[in-house]
């Protein structure tokens, strides 16, 4: 909870008190109470923004302050409510409290991981057609594929700029987004109101903190049906860290793309489990792609040929791509098919290219959910019954194998769920009960990732770090190598 919230709650109980129990209190009590109240909740109101979970409250608080009814009762200290009702009222009223104190806990407005590197961090978006390609989710012809990217940064950072929110300000974006990330949570869009006070803690367009070295670039590409706003915390983290960060809305795979222009896009991909490996191969080639686009444009955009803050500070010689779920799978692919770029992490992706001999010498990353050693234990005793489901998870272990002797290694993070490798486990708590994510804390799951990934990156583009690569740490036990 915010911090006029929590004051809101507490001072809805003290005037609550103040009414019902006016004979053992003092009756200015009842007055002080209510204008505090009032004036907590004027402030909430004007400082953090209403939202829905906080009902109970506005109202218990505007009804006792406002009601005639309740006026009455405060202001004769004659005033004798039958012990049975006046006690079934403060039941109640704790009820409702306590329910909206509950409500707002579970959906809370979080904050983002605070940052753990040297550098502030900058971020701006922008749009980038590949008039070499049509695309292929529309009807119009000639269509061309049309991506949006976001880029975080080290930045110079003034007193008076503020954060960015993680989703856009904007009613028509931001109802966009509500409207695809409620149909994959499945649960009613209006929950998601108050998603738009959620903020980073990246400055919009701040200026790039240059350095006597230009900065190694990341490339993030998300999952299948998600959206790059699910992975802001490990972009901003490398940002501030000393890298250049870019992440990849992959069109019409996505809950929604909302771009600039004011246009948006849904999720149109035809995809699924039971396709996934004969659908697979050619979604990949379209995401694979994007990521080689996106790397030629900024070649371009370094070179100063595109308006942008970024002009001469990145390292185009250091490159690596991540990547969660079939965004994962594609950054191995990229990683195998573009010689340009030194390193790739694969959070929890299944491969779509199981061709062993098409791997690169390169170093990759594998992050695995804590199903991972049961997955392997099951199929070294030949307990998996499907003979093709056998054969493939054979075929990606094998390529496991094949990285490790390239420099790469492979971690399980016990507690995690598949999307403990995204930022969907700091929005709530009750994602756990759903099966979305696993046991660890939210934030404790981000930390052991951003980490990992973080050394594992300095180690293979800047030549620093490498420690967590190395095994298993005592500061890490939910970390298993395989």
Request: charged fraction near 20%; hydrophobic fraction near 40%; charge should be neutral.
């Amino acid at each position: 909870m915010r911090l006029y919230e929590i004051l809101l709650a507490l001072s809805c109980f003290a005037l609550l008190m103040s009414t019902l129990f006016t004979r053992k209190l003092p009756r200015l009590s009842g007055i002080v109470a209510s204008t505090i109240s009032m004036s907590i909740l004027t402030l909430h109101l004007w400082q953090e923004g209403y939202r829905w979970q906080m009902f109970g409250v506005y109202s218990l608080t505007i009804v006792i302050t406002g009601s005639p009814c309740w006026k009455s009762i405060r202001s004769s200290s004659t005033v004798n409510l039958w012990r049975s009702v006046r006690y079934t009222l403060f039941g109640l009223s704790c009820v409702v409290i306590t329910f909206t104190v509950l409500l707002s806990s579970c959906l809370p407005v979080f904050q983002l991981p605070k940052l753990e590197g040297s550098y502030q961090v900058g971020t701006f978006t922008m749009s980038l057609t590949d008039e070499g390609r049509e695309e292929s989710y529309t009807e119009n012809g000639g269509d061309k594929r049309k991506l949006l990217v976001q880029f975080w940064y080290p930045a110079q950072v003034d007193n008076v700029q503020k954060t960015e929110p993680v989703f856009p300000e904007d009613p028509k974006m931001l109802a966009a987004y509500k409207k695809g990330l409620s149909s994959f949570i499945k649960l009613p869009e209006p929950i998601f109101d108050y998603w738009k006070y959620i903020r980073s803690n990246a400055y919009e367009e701040a200026a790039v903190q240059h350095s006597s070295v230009p900065y190694p670039l990341i490339i993030i590409n998300h999952g299948m049906g998600t959206t790059r706003l699910l992975h802001v915390s490990q972009a901003e983290q490398l940002a501030s860290h000393g890298y250049i960060v870019t992440s990849i809305d992959h069109p019409y795979s996505t809950v929604a793309t909302a771009f600039p222009d004011g246009t948006n896009t849904d999720y149109r991909t035809t995809f699924s489990m039971d396709n996934f490996y004969t659908v697979g191969k050619s979604i990949g080639t379209v995401w694979t792609e994007d990521v080689n686009f996106v790397i030629r444009q900024l070649d371009g955009l370094n070179a100063g040929h595109m308006p942008s803050p970024l002009t001469g500070a990145i390292d185009m010689d250091k490159i690596g791509v991540m990547g969660h779920s079939f965004g994962g799978a594609t950054a191995f692919n990229v990683l195998n098919t573009n010689p340009r770029v030194k390193a790739a992490v694969n959070m929890d992706g299944s491969l779509y290219e199981l061709d062993i001999h098409r791997l690169a010498d390169k170093p990759a990353l594998f992050l695995k959910a804590d199903k991972f050693a049961e997955m392997k234990e099951q199929q070294r005793k030949g307990l998996i019954t499907d003979a093709k489901l056998s054969s493939i998870i054979a075929q990606e272990l094998a390529i496991m194998e094949k990285v490790k002797q390239h420099g790469g290694s492979v971690i399980q993070l016990e507690g995690a769920k598949h999307y403990n490798f995204t930022d969907l486990q700091l929005y709530s708590n009750l994602l756990q009960y759903a099966g979305i994510t696993g046991t660890i804390d939210g934030y404790r799951g981000a930390s052991v990732v951003n980490h990992y990934v973080l050394d594992f990156f300095n180690k293979n583009l800047k030549g620093t770090g490498g420690a967590l690569m190395n095994g298993a740490r005592s500061e890490y036990p939910e970390v298993t190598f395989h």
